[in-house]
């Protein structure tokens, strides 16, 4: 998938559960004001909130986690798609 709306429509077919939009857009500006350089996630699921916070910033260190192996996978691609 190589858009977010791509990503959200996915998220959305498949019950993934994602980051809604407000909240997505409350982290992201939190990280531009405070000019922060690295991310921590727990809970991947298909790297939609850190494919958000790396589109701010392709210099921000993310590191993101996911237990469910096929989840993982799908957000592995997710990244190198962006």
Known sequence: MNSIEK???FAKENYVPIAR????EFMVNL?????YKSFFEVGTA?????INV????????ILTLEYEEKRA???RQNFIDF
């Open 54 to 61: 790396a589109l701010i910033d392709p210099s921000i260190r």
């Open 21 to 24: 939009k407000q909240t997505t």
């Open 73 to 75: 996978e799908i957000a």
């Open 46 to 50: 298909i790297g939609y909130t850190s």
């Open 31 to 35: 990280i531009k004001e405070n000019n």
């Open 7 to 9: 990503i959200e429509q």
